[in-house]
């Protein structure tokens, strides 16, 4: 009994643990720049106080009087109508010179919060503001007074809204085209390994061959290689291909190298055959111990009843390996759709060709700061990983346990 | 048929952009462009550093070039690109143009062979040309395999970085005057400490090139205290790293950068402090800090990304020197080199492109671009701001290249920044120059 809560309360903290930055990065996305940039995501879901800076009025824009009136929040939301600035204005920071009591040459910094309804002494006029936002700029005789900067803290309440989502989709951040770009990449990235894997693994459990054994050891110690290690061989592999395609396509069209017959070395294409190459020795691994496990009477009747090889291969193993290739197909999947370093050294870099990591890469850009972008951007980019871990899930477990359990 | 959708969605996201630019045409320049020659649909590709709003005023200069001859320029920036590019020379997958930020690595790849030179012709061109034009020669000049010195690097797109970053209204507030000397500026961050405001904002963190802005106000300093051509002997190391000149000019940086009541966050926040967010400290509301050291190109940086310049929001003054050692007014810099590494007739019509004003002009109308071009309009600037530094340029007595830029690889872009974080983590100037001075034994 004791054991159990314990279980639960584990598993409970594991949750909370990797549910908290999700919901960070979804509640940010939500938020205004100036906000996420200011204060933290717990803070706003509640009216909380921030600094924001707000000018009197317009340059040039004051003609000769006594009285100045505005509103504080009309002053702010000018600009930003998406994220208002609402709530009540606590104080604001005043700074200024007067003479310094203690030396009587000097003058003396002060600096002081002033309270709404105290009266201020801006640029030679008084100034008082109320907590809605309202104030009034009184000047002993007419002046035209020149706009004045002042940090207002005001108790903000919570403001959300899907700018961020809208300027990535729509306003040119290339978002769409990355999602497009990926799919290209990891469908094929996932298909093809798990393809070839599943013969691979069935020629391995099922057919005596010299050499068998001694192959599958091969194969299974080539999961060690890690893929950085062979970007420089790959790519001059890749790039050796290209230079010879395009001699090939100048012979067959005749067209001009540097013109549009030249055949790029970074490609989509080569992005399948790297992930596949790389991820085949997991996958037969996998699947073959999946595979041997299944019952061999099952097999020896199809045998007798006169299947051949291929037709026990599709009739037989292909839908009773489902669990196991579909577990396979969520880690190729995710690993393919996450993967930076790959499609950064080996994949296509012009512009509309980017990968969506690439993408989120790039706009951290010049400017790290566009952190509402990059999570809306995020957001976005997990939605897919999500939706095929959870339509294909139920398999997962069983498929983690393959190989490990005889008969899955 | 994911193929077709893909096609349709970069024609989407071209029309956006297209709706973006037209505002201005950048190529409508006060200097008319020379004959190119036609090179239709020949494919340029350039690989660079630059992303975001840098990219786009590239992609609009070079569309200008497309324009006169009919060549498709083809750009990848990428924050990665100093590992990349190596990868894509060494592998036979090299780009038309690769634009290196840092001449150290452009000088190791020409010794790779994997760089075309450019020509004597060039060269002259450089020399005659450009404003101190045979130091940006030198500068680009490197040796090959065979240890022949030839031109690969055309320096296009400059910096200056010995500038303060400060906003006009917070001097105002607090009665500051902009300080003429670095004594005055050493009393004025004093006043601003004793009125209980922060004087400075400096961040030295930037990923895998942490230790950078260090190793900038290193060398600004290293200008202001001791010659020039001790400035020279230092970046060939004839002058030690820890000889008393660099360990003078390291100490009087921790007089800024290590003392707490003069760095917003204190010291120890130097190191983890993003460089891009530290100039954010100037327009927080309450401001954290008043004055940021810090090249050109920072006011993208800002919140309103650069807004701020124009509308009077943020200004900038010269680092200054000091009044009681007699150095003129030095001036330090940095450009980025765009060299040749894979030929091909448009490429070279390309590099003609360069030499054109017209070319610089397109970028100076865009912002955040400095060109030493003597024959370039300076009324094309996009901003009063970016004139005052193209001044400040000309106004130069000493004018010197980002010594760090002109080491080699493993201390320039290496130990130096390495060591200078561990300065800025408390690690004693000593220790510092002494650990730098042994991994550049290391490499001779």
């Known amino acids: 009994m004791v054991a159990r809560s314990l279980r639960h309360v584990v598993l409970a903290l594991i949750v909370f643990i990797w549910v908290v930055p999700f919901v960070a990065l979804v509640t940010t996305s939500l938020r205004s720049e100036t906000a996420s940039k200011t204060s933290g995501f717990w803070t706003a879901f509640t009216p909380t106080e921030l600094g924001h800076r707000f000018s009197t009025h317009e340059k040039g824009a004051a003609e000769k009087l006594t009285v100045m009136t505005g509103n504080i929040f009309e002053r702010l939301n000018k600009d930003d109508p998406s994220f208002p600035v609402t709530g009540e204005v606590n104080s604001i920071l005043f700074k200024g010179r007067v003479p310094d009591p203690e030396n009587p040459d000097k003058t003396k910094l002060i600096r002081k919060l002033v309270p709404a309804g105290e009266v201020m002494d801006v640029r030679g006029g ?283 | 048929m994911a193929i077709n959708f893909k096609t349709l969605g970069a024609a989407a996201v071209a029309s956006f952009t297209l709706a973006g630019v037209a505002s201005a045409d950048v190529c409508d320049t006060p200097s008319k462009l020379g004959d190119l020659g036609r090179f239709d649909g020949e494919v340029i590709t350039i690989a660079g550093s630059m992303e975001g709003k840098d990219e786009e005023m590239l992609t609009n200069t070079v569309s200008c070039f497309e324009k006169a001859t009919g060549a498709v320029v083809k750009y990848s920036g990428s924050r990665d690109f100093a590992a990349l590019i190596v990868a894509d020379l060494r592998s036979n997958n090299a780009p038309n143009i690769a634009i290196f930020p840092q001449p150290g690595l452009a000088g190791d790849m020409a010794k790779e062979g994997h760089l075309v030179p450019l020509g004597q012709a060039s060269a002259d061109w450089m020399a005659a040309n450009y404003g101190a034009g045979q130091s940006w020669v030198d500068l680009g000049t490197y040796a090959d395999a065979d240890g022949n010195k030839n031109f690969y690097g055309f320096a296009f797109k400059m910096d200056l970085k010995s500038l303060v970053w400060y906003s006009p209204e917070q001097f105002e507030d607090n009665g500051y005057e902009i300080p003429s000397t670095m004594e005055e500026l050493i009393a004025l961050s004093d006043q601003m400490v004793a009125d209980g405001n922060t004087p400075w904002c400096i961040g030295v963190e930037s990923g895998n090139a942490t230790g950078w802005t260090a190793t900038d106000w290193m060398e600004d300093l290293m200008l202001r205290t001791t010659s020039p051509e001790n400035y020279d002997r230092w970046v060939s190391n004839d002058l030690p790293f820890n000889s008393p000149e660099v360990l003078n000019a390291m100490e009087v940086y921790g007089q800024f950068s290590r003392n707490d009541d003069y760095v917003a966050g204190g010291a120890s926040s130097v190191a983890t402090t993003f460089f891009g967010d530290a100039p954010k400290g100037l327009f927080s509301s309450p401001a954290s800090c008043m004055m940021h050291r810090q090249a050109s190109f920072i006011p993208a940086f800002f919140p309103k990304k650069g807004e701020e310049v124009a ?113 800025a983590n408390g690690q004693d100037a000593k220790t510092t120059a002494d650990n730098i001075q042994a991994a550049w034994d290391a490499i001779k």
Not at chain 1, 161 to 187: C, H, M, Q, R, W
């Open chain 1, 126 to 408: 008084d100034f008082v503001f109320q907590e809605n936002g309202d104030f009034t700029w009184t000047f002993p005789e007419e002046t035209a007074p020149k706009p004045k900067k002042l940090d207002a803290f005001i108790d903000q309440d919570p403001v959300f809204g899907s700018d961020a989502y809208v300027e990535v989709l729509f306003d040119n951040k290339n978002v769409p085209n990355a999602l497009i770009s990926s799919f290209i990449v990891t469908i094929p990235a996932t298909i093809i390994p798990i393809t070839i894997a599943a013969f691979a693994a069935y020629a391995f459990a099922w057919m005596s061959f010299p050499g068998r054994d001694w192959l599958f050891v091969i194969v299974v110690s080539l999961m060690v290689v890690p893929t950085q290690l062979a970007f420089l061989p790959v790519l001059q592999g890749f790039s050796g291909i290209a230079s010879w395609a395009t001699q090939l396509n100048q012979w067959l069209t005749d067209c001009e190298v540097n013109d549009t017959c030249q055949v790029a070395s970074k490609s989509f294409a080569g992005l399948w055959i790297t992930h596949t190459a790389f991820g085949l020795p997991l996958a037969i691994y996998l699947l073959r111990n999946y595979i041997v496990g299944l019952p061999k009477e099952l097999l020896q009747s199809a045998r007798i009843d006169g299947a051949n090889h291929l037709q026990i291969f599709t009739k037989l193993i292909v839908p009773l390996s489902v669990p196991a290739l579909a577990s396979f197909s969520i880690f190729q999947f995710l690993w393919v759709w996450n993967d930076l370093i790959v499609a950064l050294y080996i994949g296509p870099n012009n512009a509309e060709d980017l990968v969506f990591p690439i993408r989120l890469q790039k706009q951290l850009g010049t400017f790290k700061d566009q952190l509402h972008l990059l999570n809306a951007s995020a957001v976005i980019s997990m939605i897919v990983p999500v939706i095929v871990f959870l339509s294909m899930q139920r398999y997962f477990i069983r498929g983690l346990l393959a190989g490990s359990v005889k008969g899955g």
């Open chain 2, 311 to 423: 509308n009077g929001e943020a200004d900038f003054f010269y680092f200054p020197p000091y009044a009681s050692i007699d150095l003129g007014n030095p001036v330090l810099g940095a450009g980025t080199l765009w060299t040749m590494t894979k030929d091909s007739p448009a490429t070279r019509a390309f590099f003609e492109y360069m030499k054109e004003a017209s070319a610089h002009e397109a970028w100076m109308s865009q912002g955040t671009f400095l060109t030493a071009h003597k024959g370039a309009d300076l009324n094309a600037y996009a901003t009063p701001a970016l004139r005052k530094q193209g001044e400040i340029l000309s106004n130069a007595t000493t004018f010197r290249f980002d010594a760090s830029d002109l080491m080699p690889g493993a201390i320039g872009a290496g130990a130096f920044w390495s060591e200078m974080t561990a300065f």
